[in-house]
């Protein structure tokens, strides 16, 4: 049987690489500069490798060539070559408030944004619909957008990940009434989080024109080279996927060359589980190899400006590569080591500026050359070099390759370290490097990413919301594993090859059933073509084999430093100081406000409440929209006839990850706030009863007296005068996404917001609200959904007979809905609520991000903001969670490092973190109502109980809890004892709380 060879491509920011495979053993290879138009680079690159074979007289089969390109990504980051999309989005009356495109970056916005339409359709996460599809409504809408002359369509339906009929249903009708549509199905290309995979759909769809010109350019560029063989893309998770699949989804290829490199890592090496260093000319990749693959990224990223929620490597990039310039710090920089390596470089440059190659400017890899650790260049040009300083730079080298290593790794047990890419020589193999077990520098270790590139694996992955009340554990995951199974065999798998390679289950809060998101991915090896559909290597005919154009020769954009977290965002913004009007003494919001506010938040939420991201996007689409948003301080209640009235608090409860998405339709909180209203109207406080019950089905049960649906005919409450008038809105809770909805709902009806709230932090449930526990009743309160439902509390025994009710309410309703309690008086606001919260909110994120920008620790700035504590720094290395009652429950820890080693800090969470204790002794260090919260050790921002995972390298802090959450009284609902600990769990403050003076001045 004649040998069968398979090429590997892959296109880096330097340099292009090549290699010929024959099973497992790597036959040749090429290393080529990379073109500004990349495909040059990549015929240059296979015609190297091809010619070797032809040298060496190697008689075979070529079955494929597998390409690892920047094209698309390229194309992203430049703006160009992309095309409109328009985008039809199945909600019905949920998801309105935020439409497409409403988080993309101005430029981009203006390149891709054709038309939206929001249409009926959308299910629940149980599969149950939304609203139906109504056909004429859609042919519409298929109409307007073939007379305006739109081609690219994105179709994305709420909860499409967990039930995709209506999609494609959509999908069917389009290909009927414009056959000439192209379409991006969005649960095709992203997980659960509607605008995330909304906006990953676009990217897809925006890229596909390019995408089949350039598929039809490597084709031919091929096909040039007498390549007539099949051939394929690598994929961001390590497998393939086909040129004919790539012309449907080109977005897969994102992020694939740190994936490329790991995957050749793993194969050169036959270690399947460790830690891979990838160092280039620029910077070092690391990931963590688990079985073989990239570990995924678990939370959100950015590519081109966008956030998306494809999955995509885990990989931390650092500042060092051969190109890495170094110079002597000055004495005085006392923060910075005496040498500093990078993050500057001379990149492909190298070769010219660098000493070893006659240049004037010393990089990483001169120091190399001049420590004994490579030999290139003239090593002559650097035997002057000051031995100290030659050390100095050796030891910051190895400082910084170590303290990546413990950023990455997923548990304090050392971890063998695979060294690949041509940027290996810094690293000295002989010694002890903290953190590794051992060190491997693999052979072929110069074109590990070709040979990733090269291997031949397909893969399917399912990621879905089941219902355990419904099904068994077991059964949902055999269900799961089965669908996977399927996706890999239909890309491409020989069955029998198939195995799966990852399972995850996160069960999620607030929700019935025991509801868990499950995620399941399968692998298997690709089956080789029939042999008549590869390239004989006879048939090659080197001498005549067409050679390309010369082109310019070029940094060419790298994918990875396309893509970077969701909140590298915010340093990029100007800072502002707060704007007070001078006559009414109000702080009006400005952008730079709003995120500073979103990073606060999202601090006190300790790891509950929800992200207030999605707020923060409602918040600034109003600013956008010419609304202003007015904040004011307590005492400025009651001091003009325009603020003599009551203060409304509103919020939204349910499931955060529901609200992800399932999105708001925009009234939800207003229809309550107005059924509050309506209800006052018609109250007699005297007896708390309604005046007039005409018509009205009134229920009694379960400690409530409430309706069901309350929706009056006609209601006057605008017109209303009197002391019940709403002059203002105030936050129920300011920790997390509930801190947002008080500015969006003023905005919208021109009130402004009081600078307080009801918790001062984020708890679970609405018997903690401060002004309940203080014995202001709550009703009559109201709950709405998105589809008007207005249900309503007349009478309750107890604020938790509340919470109970509603809480059951709100499931019925899809398990989000905003809700609104009785207004409070000025005295009230003043007395029974946390003042000045939204200035905490600020300062805090204010602090955080403006210590991130210069460079100065945003930790150190929030604990010192706060008088707060920090308990540890380190890395996640356990997560357990369980779903009880509908509260995510479960278990956090955080192994130390540096002044924290060899100590491991536990915390216990219901959806927030309620009790943090030391393992050593098992002492309590923190408790609930105290906020522990924790934080990305490098950016300072917060990071939720569902975001948590293994590896993150985070930091722990306790901030001190307003004195009204002190007292024996707040103590008795929001204590530890209220979470169920025993008595020996005592509250003890962490420190005196920082109450500063309110942003919007006192009057």
Request: overall charge negative; glycine content about 10%; hydrophobic content about 40%.
């Amino acid at each position: 049987m004649a040998a069968l060879f398979s090429i590997g491509v892959d296109v880096g920011g330097t340099n292009t690489d090549a290699v010929v495979l024959q099973g497992d053993r790597v036959v040749c290879w090429s290393k080529q500069v990379t073109t500004r138009d990349v495909t040059a680079g990549v015929a240059r690159a296979v015609r190297a490798v091809l010619k070797q074979l032809k040298d060496k007289n190697l008689q075979g089969t070529i079955s494929r060539v597998n390409i690892g390109t920047t094209h698309f990504v390229n194309a992203l980051v430049q703006r160009r070559d992309l095309v409109p999309v328009s985008v039809v989005r199945l909600c019905g009356t949920a998801s309105r408030a935020l439409p497409p495109f409403c988080d993309f970056p101005k430029d981009l916005k203006k390149v891709v944004c054709g038309s939206y339409h929001l249409v009926n359709g959308g299910v629940q996460f149980d599969g149950q619909e939304i609203s139906s599809l109504e056909e004429g409504e859609l042919r519409t809408c298929i109409r307007t957008i073939r007379d305006e002359g739109g081609r690219n369509v994105v179709i994305a339906g709420v909860f499409s990940p967990v039930a995709p009929q209506q999609e494609e249903k959509v999908a069917e009708l389009f290909r009927v009434e414009f056959p000439e549509v192209s379409l991006t199905l969005s649960h095709e290309v992203g997980q659960i989080g509607l605008l995330e995979r909304e906006n990953a759909a676009v990217l897809n769809e925006c890229l596909k024109p390019l995408c089949h010109r350039t598929v039809e350019a490597f084709r031919q560029a091929l096909n040039a080279l007498g390549l007539t063989c099949p051939f394929y893309l690598t994929q961001n998770d390590g497998t393939l996927i086909s040129a004919e699949q790539t012309l449907e989804f080109p977005v897969r290829t994102f992020a694939s060359g740190p994936t490329n490199s790991m995957r050749g890592a793993a194969f050169l090496s036959g270690v399947e589980d460790a830690i891979v260093i990838d160092i280039g000319g620029t910077t070092s990749d690391l990931g963590c190899l688990m079985g073989g693959f990239p570990r995924q990224a678990s939370t959100r990223v950015k590519v081109g400006g966008v956030s998306t929620n494809f999955r995509m490597p885990d990989v931390l990039s650092i500042g060092l590569g051969g190109g890495s310039i170094v110079r002597q710090t000055d004495g005085a920089e006392t923060n910075q080591p005496p040498v500093q390596v990078g993050p500057t470089s001379t990149g492909y440059g190298l070769v010219r500026e660098g000493l070893v190659f006659g240049g004037s400017t010393l990089t990483a890899t001169d120091v190399a050359v001049a420590a004994g650790l490579a030999d290139l260049g003239d090593p002559g040009h650097v035997t002057s070099l000051d031995r100290v300083l030659v050390q100095r730079a050796v030891d910051r080298i190895h400082q910084m390759v170590e303290e990546a290593i413990d950023q990455v790794k997923l548990s304090g047990e050392e971890q063998p370290i695979l060294l690949v890419g041509g940027g290996t020589i810094l690293v000295d193999g002989k010694r002890n490097i903290s953190g590794a077990s051992s060190i491997q520098k693999p052979q072929h270790y110069q074109v590990a990413n070709a040979v990733g590139a090269a291997l031949g694996q397909v893969s399917g992955t399912v990621d879905r919301v089941v219902s355990l009340a419904q099904t068994s554990r077991d059964e949902a995951i055999s269900r799961a594993k089965a669908d996977a199974i399927q996706q890999a065999v239909a890309a491409g798998a020989v069955d029998s090859t198939v195995e799966i390679t990852e399972v995850s289950e996160v069960p999620l809060a607030y929700l019935p059933g025991n509801a868990t998101k499950v995620t399941v991915k399968a692998v298997g090896q690709l089956g080789e073509r029939l042999s008549c559909e590869g390239t004989d290597l006879a048939d090659i005919n080197i001498d005549t084999m067409a050679t390309e154009q010369q082109q310019e020769e070029g940094d060419a954009a790298d994918s990875t430093a396309a893509a970077t977290p969701l909140a590298s965002h915010l340093p990029t913004l100007k800072e502002t100081e707060p704007e007070i009007d001078p006559e009414s003494g109000a702080w009006v919001l400005s952008r730079w406000d709003v995120e500073c506010l979103a990073v606060g938040a999202g601090i006190l939420g300790c790891g509950g409440g929800g992200n207030p991201g999605l707020g923060r996007l409602q918040v600034l689409r109003a600013l956008e929209q010419g609304g202003k948003i007015r904040v004011i301080a307590p005492e400025r209640l009651g001091t003009t006839p325009a603020l003599t009235g009551s203060v409304a608090s509103v919020a939204f409860m349910g499931a955060p990850t529901i609200q992800f998405e399932k999105l708001c339709g925009g009234n939800e909180t207003r229809d309550a706030l107005r059924c509050v209203q309506d209800l006052c109207n018609v109250y007699n406080n005297n007896d708390r009863q309604l005046s007039n019950t005409d018509g009205l089905e009134v229920k009694r049960g379960d400690g409530v007296t409430y309706l069901d649906d309350y929706r009056p005919e006609q209601t006057d409450h605008e017109t209303d005068q009197g002391v019940d008038r709403v002059v203002a809105v105030m936050s129920a809770e300011i920790g997390g996404l509930n801190s947002m909805e008080p500015l969006v709902v003023g905005a919208a009806l021109d009130l402004p917001v009081v600078d307080a709230d009801g918790m001062g932090r984020a708890f679970p449930e609405l018997q903690m609200f401060a002004p309940f526990i203080y014995g202001v009743d709550p009703c009559p309160a109201a709950v709405a959904d998105d589809k008007g439902q207005r249900a309503a509390i007349l009478k309750t025994d107890s604020a938790k007979h509340l919470e109970n009710h509603f809480r059951a309410v709100c499931v019925a309703m899809g398990c989000s809905a905003g809700v609104a309690f009785a207004p409070l008086t000025a005295p009230q606001v003043r007395s029974t609520c946390v003042q000045y919260s939204l200035s905490r909110a600020w300062r805090l994120g204010h602090a955080a991000l403006h210590a991130y920008k210069s460079g100065t620790s945003p930790v150190q700035a929030v604990l010192q903001q706060e008088n707060g504590r920090l308990l540890a720094m380190g890395k996640v290395s356990d997560v357990q969670r369980t779903t009880t009652a509908g509260f995510a429950r479960g278990v956090l820890k955080v192994e130390g490092s540096g002044d924290f080693l060899g100590q491991t800090l536990k915390i216990d969470f219901q959806n927030e973190n309620l009790v943090a204790r030391f393992l050593s002794d098992n002492k309590v260090v923190a408790c609930v109502p105290d906020l522990i919260t924790v934080v990305d050790a490098d950016s300072g921002t917060p990071i939720a109980t569902e975001e948590q995972r293994y590896g993150l390298r985070v930091a722990v802090l306790v901030l001190p809890a307003p004195p009204l959450l002190c007292t024996p009284q707040a103590l008795k609902v929001v204590g530890p004892q209220a979470f169920g600990y025993p008595e020996d769990v005592i509250y003890s403050s962490v420190g005196e709380y920082n109450c500063n003076e309110p942003i919007p001045p006192k009057p």
